[in-house]
């Protein structure tokens, strides 16, 4: 029978699936509601040493619907870190491991550009009973003009520099969650696990505006008749954050091989997990998910991803770990691939009306000859 248990950073889980910084660990009672309900470990909602610098503004999400349907594929948010006292996280954090002995709760952190407070923040929350701390540099909204979030995140120099703070003064694993906002976040990861992060969390939500209302001409979600640029989330953020995922692990494997990673970004179901798994991952985060569907979700995750297990034949998560890195490649790589394939293949092709270059598309044909040439 598979098992879905795993161990990351000496943490052991029961599964795989964890509550990802956000609402829905934004207080000790939630929280408690991820654990009764079998989710593998819970990330808190963001916290910092000062909570009166944080408002928040209502509405301050947006959705975006597949056309023609209610499903929600895209999801924005501006909401900004806990506004709830640094005393009272403390607090809570002893009562959940209090409740929780044997359950994983990591404490997500974000500071100003200050040696001291993040030291502070570091030394207060593990002695209050956290397992493991994870940097927040990748929140793409609010507080940037106080270098938090991303505004670190998006600067490899800054994040080692701060990184190295945190890691100097923890006694437990500490991860960075890395921000999307960037040009090749290989960069960021290799900042963070150098500066001694056990291992990295990715992705965060991409900086976007949803949409325009094109009845009141005003983009969403409309505080006062007004917006700011927020975190993008949901189903449609998956294949960006899958390519992070691939980027990421490959750094990993080849440059520091006992860090892990936890993979976030649209995960829904268990199959959308086995597919984080695939490409490296070793715990898949849900967050939007959690605020689609409710805490219950978890029962879904881990019987489908226990089904596509035995489907398989895998035992454990590390019989399929990273398995389908090895089928990434480049572009050159499979022209060449390509080449060495089409002679035993061309009259397949020709039957199939895919087009072999440029010069034969067609504008009668061109949304049949698109189709030949894609897959799903």
């Known amino acids: 029978m598979p ?37 593998g470990a819970v990330v808190c909602k963001t916290i910092s040493l000062h909570a ?47 409740r929780y002995p044997d359950r994983v709760l990591v404490a997500s952190i974000m500071e100003e550009y200050s040696r001291a407070a993040w030291v502070e923040i570091v030394e207060r929350c593990q002695t209050a009973g956290v397992d493991a701390l994870e940097l927040n540099f990748s929140c793409p909204h609010g507080l940037p003009e106080r270098r938090m979030g991303s505004a670190m995140g998006e600067n490899p120099e800054l994040l080692a520099e701060v990184a190295e703070w945190a890691n100097a003064a923890a006694s437990v694993p500490v991860w960075a969650k890395l921000t999307p906002n960037v040009t090749h976040v290989e ?79 649209g995960v829904e179901t268990g199959s959308d997990a086995a597919q984080f798994l695939l490409l490296g991952a070793d715990t898949v985060q849900v967050c939007t998910g959690v605020m689609k569907f409710g805490y219950r979700l978890v029962h879904e995750l881990t019987a489908s991803l226990l089904a596509f297990m035995q489907r398989h034949g895998f035992e454990r998560l590390d019989d399929f770990r990273g398995h389908s890195l090895q089928y990434v490649t480049t572009h050159a790589d499979l022209v060449r691939r390509q080449a060495a394939a089409r002679q035993t293949r061309r009259h397949e092709q020709e039957q199939s009306g895919m087009i072999r270059d440029d010069a034969h598309w067609s504008g009668d044909a061109f949304v049949d000859q698109s189709d030949a040439l894609a897959r799903g």
């Open 52 to 98: 009166d610098k944080v408002v928040n503004v209502q509405p301050r999400y947006a959705r975006l619907r597949a056309r023609g349907s209610d499903e929600v594929i895209g999801w924005e948010n501006i909401e900004l870190i806990s506004d709830r006292p640094f005393a009272t996280w403390l607090q809570e954090f002893r009562d959940i491991k209090a």
């Open 3 to 39: 098992t879905l248990e795993t161990t990351v950073n000496g943490l052991r889980l029961p599964n795989p699936f964890v509550i990802a910084s956000g609402p829905p660990g934004t207080n000790g009672n939630v929280i408690g509601k991820a654990f009764d309900e079998g989710w």
């Open 187 to 265: 960069e960021a990861g290799r900042a963070a696990l150098a500066a001694g992060c056990e291992g990295l969390s990715a992705i965060n939500t991409l900086r976007c505006i949803l949409g325009v209302d094109l009845e009141t001409l005003r983009p969403e979600p409309n505080v006062e008749g007004y917006t700011t640029p927020g975190g993008y989330s949901s189903r449609a953020v998956m294949p960006i954050a899958l390519r992070m995922t691939m980027e990421l692990s490959r750094l990993i494997r080849a440059e520091s091989p006992q860090a892990t990673l936890q993979g976030i970004g």
